[in-house]
Nanobody, 117 residues
Framework: QVQLVESGGGLVQPGGSLRLSCAAS????????MDWYRQAPGKQRELVASITSGGSTNYADSVKGRFTISRDNGKNMVSLQMNSLKPEDTAVYYC???????????WGQGTQVTVSS
């Protein structure tokens, strides 16, 4: 049974930081591309950051320079360090694991991030 479990969300003031984590089980983690998505109320889910099995990364323009994605293949975990948070970063954040054999992949349940003073 595949499980992706996100943690680390919460309420933070503008300019603050949060670190999200996603723990994966039931998959050969190192074979998967890991993504962080987010979905704000009334908006479509959008890709925030992605990291390949080899550690290559990509970011949405809106978070470049502020967010950092990383992975630990030994611990089956992917993280998203979020700095200089803005109110527009408020959303539910989801992790996704996918590869060529399973392009839709698996999703976690999401973790809420709220940036507000």
């Amino acid at each position: 049974q595949v499980q992706l479990v996100e943690s680390g969300g919460g309420l933070v003031q503008p300019g603050g930081s949060l670190r999200l984590s996603c723990a994966a089980s039931g998959i050969i983690f190192r074979l998967y591309i890991m993504d962080w998505y987010r979905q704000a109320p009334g908006k479509q889910r959008e890709l925030v950051a992605s990291i390949t099995s080899g550690g290559s990364t990509n970011y949405a323009d809106s978070v470049k320079g502020r967010f950092t994605i990383s992975r630990d293949n030994g611990k089956n975990m992917v993280s998203l360090q979020m700095n200089s948070l803005k109110p527009e970063d408020t959303a539910v954040y989801y992790c996704n694991a996918h590869n060529i054999g399973n392009p839709r992949g698996w999703w976690g349940q999401g973790t809420q991030v709220t940036v507000s003073s």
